[in-house]
């Protein structure tokens, strides 16, 4: 079974630049993540989605954060315009779907520098 | 916020030792994940403990949760540089909202 699949890997960007993010989770997996992880932190939550519609984004910066999950599978994560406290993991996982004991699958993450 | 203290947050041991993690709320939760993170990858779920008091092994990891709910621990029993990694206790909250501790990094020396 393939894993959930992020790109880039790495990116490297002058901030008020704009990047994004994209996730392919898991073939069957309904609820989605996208996590932002500081250096020696843990993930902080940004957004959930629930096949295309969005369950939580209590703690995305919607100001300069959006991200989008067309159709219910693949889903896109933009930041514009990009400030130096936005370096971080930014982390996708996946599941089956949403509850409190449910195994988040996740991928390997993105690795953003804003200089 | 619901905020879930892992402790301590850095710790670096010799192959053979045994160690312990904690992880501690101020609220009562009603089941806990513990994750385990390398370095470039994403964390993998270990275990999830529902019930007060249990006791979950897996090999020579002993995951438990507080009779109260409101902490757990993990314990490795002779430690392997394998082991080396960063390990993230997580709850869901209110609307299935993941928490994740601060993380304890873990370094196996061999």
């Known amino acids: 079974e393939a894993g959930v699949a992020q790109s880039p890997r790495y990116k490297i960007i002058e901030k008020r630049q704009s990047v994004a993010f994209w996730c392919n989770p898991i073939?069957?997996?309904?609820?989605l993540y996208w996590y932002q992880q500081i250096l020696g932190q843990g993930p902080k939550l940004l957004i959930q989605?629930?096949?295309?519609?969005?369950?939580?984004d209590s703690q995305l910066p919607k100001d300069r954060f959006s991200a989008e999950r067309l159709k219910g599978v693949d889903s896109t994560l933009k930041i514009q315009p990009a400030k130096l406290e936005d370096s971080a993991v930014y982390l996708c996982?996946?599941?089956?779907?949403?509850?409190?004991?449910?195994?988040?699958?996740f991928g390997p993450g993105t690795r953003l520098t804003v200089l | 916020t619901q905020l879930l203290e892992q402790s301590p947050q850095f710790l670096s041991i010799q192959e053979g030792e045994n160690l312990t993690v904690y992880c501690n709320s101020s609220?009562?939760?009603?089941?806990l994940q513990w994750y385990r993170q390398e370095p470039g990858e994403g964390p993998v779920l270990l275990v999830t403990?529902?019930?007060?008091?249990e006791v979950k092994k897996l090999k020579r990891l002993t995951f438990q949760f507080g009779d109260a709910r409101k902490d757990s621990s993990l314990h490795i029993t002779a430690a392997q540089p394998g082991d080396t990694g960063l390990y993230l206790c997580?709850?869901?909250?209110?609307?299935?909202?993941?928490?994740f501790g601060t993380g304890t990094r873990l370094k196996v020396l061999a």
């Open positions: 997580a709850l869901a909250g209110g609307t299935y909202k993941y928490i």
């Open positions: 989605f629930q096949n295309n519609g969005v369950v939580d």
């Open positions: 609220s009562v939760f009603s089941s």
């Open positions: 073939s069957g997996h309904a609820t």
């Open positions: 996982a996946s599941s089956l779907g949403p509850g409190t004991t449910v195994e988040q699958f």
């Open positions: 403990v529902v019930t007060g008091g």
